[in-house]
């Protein structure tokens, strides 16, 4: 059954890279940040919200069902159709697009072979290479590889043990980065993206699995009441706007949107309705779409940029991108990304139907649970 709350939480988060990204693009093109967008100058955190969310969810469905190398081999191609098709699919409308244009040259066949094989958030390059967003996508891709191996040859113990220690080095690793990077003067601390995005990745994820693995029923429930949830809603977009201040707060990011996600885990409370709405349940259908259509379309702004310097041109620019960036989405969500997603489940159900079910495998999860 599919959590509505946790859905629209992550159309809200896909909403706000959405205004980080448009922030961070009128920056460069304006020399200024533009004030309408203010709230979004930490925008990127909810990247963090997305790595924590994708943990809680995927540990929830599938830590009982890999009970064997052709389920975790299920497991992977379900994973691939849902991430590979979307990713190439909005990197060759990038590529052609800047190249038609002449704002951006071919890719070097290295590049390439890095966005094909979804490696380019390895520290492989100087650069961003592909949309600005695709490198977090690729990473969660190899952290579930990593989630599966653990579920597939630790018991339920052991493999626990194993979540906190690589939530922990990757909790370090992003942080070390993070200060080498000398963030605590300049702002935006836990940003890593190309570089060491797949520490803060493996941290977000395996605090979120950590979570849902050790989380009894009882104190979800407890969890969930306005109490508790209207707080924790309240401090993560507090963090969010704070941290322009006090840049170390970011390193808070992952426990503080752990709480969040905790605390609308049983679809009940006043926040969790807020989530429910029809709106951020549509952002939440098209989310991965819009994370990835949206990073695309930013590297056309600059063919916006004499209109910018205009009284009203960020305004008018601003929401011709968010309307376009949610009708591109919308149509490459129902084109692309669930059509193929259909397609590689199919596949990933033929894999293994010839293995005689067994208990763990009744129990698969449906399309509705996993994120």
């Known amino acids: 059954m599919t959590i509505r709350s946790l859905e629209g939480l992550r159309g809200a988060a896909a909403l706000l890279v959405v205004f980080y ?3 961070l693009a009128f920056h460069y093109l304006l020399g200024v940040d533009y004030p309408a967008l203010f709230v979004a100058r930490n925008g990127y955190l909810a990247v963090d919200l997305f790595f924590v969310l994708s943990g809680f969810v995927i540990n929830r469905a599938y830590r009982k069902t890999i009970d064997g190398s052709p389920e975790l081999f299920r497991f992977m191609i379900r994973r691939f159709g849902r991430i590979w098709p979307l990713h190439i699919a909005t990197t060759i409308i990038l590529v052609i697009g ?8 071919i890719p070097a066949p290295s590049v390439s072979i890095a ?12 650069h961003n290479v592909g949309t600005r967003a695709s490198w977090s996508a690729a990473d969660e891709f190899y952290t579930y590889l990593l989630f599966g191996v653990l579920c597939l040859f630790l018991s339920s113990r052991k493999r626990q043990s194993l979540f906190v220690l690589f939530a922990a080095v990757g909790y370090a690793i992003a ?6 990077n000398e963030c605590l003067t300049h702002g935006h601390c836990f940003d890593l993206t190309f570089r060491y995005g797949w520490a803060r990745c493996i941290a977000g994820f395996f605090i979120g699995a950590l979570c849902s693995d050790r989380l009894p029923p009882s104190a979800a429930q407890r969890f969930s009441t306005a109490i508790f949830q209207i ?3 309240t401090i993560s977009v ?9 840049p170390w707060l970011a390193f808070a990011a992952p ?4 709480a969040l996600v905790v605390s609308l885990s049983e679809d009940a409370g006043p926040v969790a309705r807020l989530f429910q709405l029809r709106a951020f349940q549509y952002l939440g259908k098209i989310s991965y779409s819009l994370y990835l259509v949206h990073a695309m379309l ?5 063919l916006f940029s004499p209109q910018l310097h205009s009284i009203r041109g960020p305004m008018l620019v601003g929401l011709i991108f968010i309307f376009m960036s949610i009708l591109i989405a919308d149509v490459l969500s129902r084109c692309i990304e669930m059509p193929f997603r259909s397609i590689f489940r199919k596949v990933a159900d033929r894999a293994s139907i010839k293995r005689p079910k067994s208990a763990a495998q009744n129990r698969r999860p449906s399309p509705a649970q996993e994120p």
């Open 21 to 23: 990204h448009l922030n």
């Open 98 to 105: 800047t190249v038609t244009l002449g704002i951006d040259s």
């Open 115 to 126: 966005l094909v094989t979804m490696t380019q958030g390895f520290n492989l390059f100087s």
């Open 175 to 180: 942080i070390r980065s993070s200060v080498a």
């Open 231 to 233: 707080p924790v809603f």
């Open 238 to 246: 507090g963090l969010i706007v704070a941290t322009s201040l006090i």
């Open 255 to 258: 426990l503080i949107f752990l």
């Open 298 to 302: 930013t590297g056309f702004l600059v």
